[in-house]
């Protein structure tokens, strides 16, 4: 069946050719789509968007656990060409993928194990469309990363702490981005506190900037809810 006017341009990529091909097929027979297909390789993707004018790429991330660069493909995609939609078709609705998938630059995620393949098509319209897919289960999984924030637990070789509680809060709120300012209003502090703790800090971790102290929660840390970092805190903390 021929593609309509204003058909959405829809690439799939996918290194598995035969289910490439039923995909392909089955997405031809709706003249709201124009379709075409490529391997799932940033090249192959590439020259198919430099050829075609496409709003959507559905891109099958199935074996993302056994292929992680598929992960990381998505990503540099998302950096090139921010203006494609991107859908992932997942095995099954994982924690960990779910949430990898939507920071890479996924707008929809898709398991036909779970939705049947009228719904992959109302996906295709809904990201057109600037709107986000995901399900019930999907969304708790994101809406669980956006309320935890990153902490930091330092030992040293015996095993004792290195920074206070309070000290980890400050290391929690400055990694989420605040400033000194903000940091003081979260915790009821002074300001001129703040900066006093961040010294402490930089002084036993070793480190001499904000810039460092965040990249070393953000390879050093575990999240906690974000409740923990609520403000009117015990003023027993250290």
Wanted: proline share 3%; hydrophobic share 45%; net charge positive.
């Amino acid at each position: 069946m021929a593609a309509a006017a204003g058909a959405t341009g829809v690439l799939i990529a996918d290194s598995n050719q035969m289910q490439s091909q039923l995909l392909v097929s089955a997405l031809r027979r709706r003249p709201e789509f124009r379709v075409i297909a490529c391997p799932m390789n940033f090249e192959a993707i590439e020259s198919a968007l430099a050829a075609n004018r496409i709003h959507v790429a559905i891109m099958n991330a199935n074996d993302a656990s056994k292929e992680p660069h598929h992960m990381t493909l998505v990503r540099r995609l998302h950096l090139t060409h921010p203006e494609v939609a991107k859908i992932l078709l997942l095995e099954s609705s994982d924690r960990e993928a779910v949430v990898n998938a939507f920071r890479s630059g996924a707008r929809g995620l898709f398991c036909f194990a779970e939705a049947p393949f009228r719904l992959l098509c109302k996906c295709i319209q809904s990201v057109r469309q600037g709107q986000v897919w995901a399900n019930a289960e999907q969304l708790r999984y994101l809406l669980e990363v956006v309320t935890q924030v990153p902490s930091l637990r330092v030992v040293n070789v015996n095993g004792k702490k290195l920074l206070t509680p309070r000290e980890e809060q400050v290391v929690a709120l400055v990694a989420d981005g605040l400033s000194n300012r903000q940091v003081a209003r979260e915790l009821r502090l002074s300001e001129h506190t703040v900066k006093k703790y961040l010294f402490r800090i930089f002084d036993k971790l070793g480190i001499s900037s904000r810039v460092e102290l965040v990249l070393y929660a953000l390879s050093h840390g575990e999240h906690r809810a974000a409740e923990w970092v609520a403000a009117g805190a015990s003023p027993a903390l250290g």
